[in-house]
């Protein structure tokens, strides 16, 4: 397993929001995990790049404990988060963000990851010298997941990718995280509210309610699941 959390209870303050969460990920997959607002989603990508201290059991990646170590070594490891809201510096350049999201590798690598990324991203080399602020909210989406490879890592947590986003952008946005996944051989573990979307495109999948994972499957099972259709397809 690259990813696996065991038995994750975590809370802010007293509230407790995580109570119990396992999950894995393997070497190449493409995990989407779904849920109502408030499960816990948004937590456990926090708690996996060590934002948020967990109260009780562990979170190994690569055979490594990663529970109590710095968020930034948790980069330096191999985990990149796409946080929700695109955390996007309105001030900032886009090539300057680009340079913050590769700031764990020296100068040189950095530089041709940049240039990498203006191959994939060509919509970003025209706009590298723009203020962020003013890119559309289709452009700030894939800002984010550039900025989110240039630490190339292994694994990369993604938080509802594709929010306040047009149909035609939803569906863009999540074909290039698997494309990502299929082409850049990046592991992926993907938060959507667009549960259908996101399980078609998924290997495994998740169900994550008030805290706890209440069900587990291949992606597949899971999207022909009545439940699921019902209570996440809106049909
Ligand atoms: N910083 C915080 N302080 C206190 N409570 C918080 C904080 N962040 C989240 N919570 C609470 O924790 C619970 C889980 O929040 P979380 O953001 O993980 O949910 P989510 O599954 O990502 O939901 P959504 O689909 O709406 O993004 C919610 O009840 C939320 O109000
Ligand atoms: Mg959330």
């Known amino acids: 397993m690259l990813l696996e959390l065991n038995d994750v209870h975590a809370a802010y303050g007293s509230t407790k929001v995580l109570n119990g969460v396992n999950l894995q990920v393997g070497e190449g997959s493409l995990v989407a995990m779904v849920g109502p607002n408030g499960a816990g989603k948004t937590t456990t990508l926090r708690t996996i790049c060590g934002l948020l201290p ?8 690569r055979g490594q404990r990663i529970d109590r170590m710095k968020s930034k070594d948790i980069v330096k490891a191999g985990i990149s988060h796409c946080p929700e809201g695109r955390q996007i510096w309105p001030t900032m350049t886009v090539a300057e963000h680009l340079e913050l999201g590769g700031y764990i590798n020296s100068s040189t ?12 991203f060509p919509i970003l080399k025209e706009r590298k010298k723009q203020l962020s602020g003013s890119l ?12 989110a490879l240039m630490s190339r890592p292994k ?12 149909p035609k952008l ?3 946005i999540l074909m290039l995280v698997k494309k990502i996944n299929a082409e850049e051989g ?4 993907l938060v959507e509210q667009n ?5 078609s495109i998924a290997n495994d999948g998740y169900v994550l309610e008030k805290g706890f994972v209440t069900m587990r499957d291949k992606a597949e099972k899971l999207r022909n699941n009545d439940y699921v259709k019902k209570a ?4």
């Open 186 to 189: 990046v592991s992926v573990l």
């Open 155 to 166: 694994l990369i947590l993604f938080d509802e990718p594709s929010l306040g986003l047009s």
């Open 109 to 120: 690598t950095c530089k041709s990851d940049i240039d990498r990324m203006y191959e994939l």
């Open 136 to 147: 559309s909210g289709g452009e700030q989406q894939v800002l984010a997941v550039a900025r």
């Open 232 to 235: 996440y397809f809106g049909m």
């Open 54 to 61: 967990i109260l009780k059991g562990e979170i190994i990646f």
């Open 170 to 172: 939803v569906s863009e």
């Open 195 to 199: 549960a259908k979307m996101a399980l």
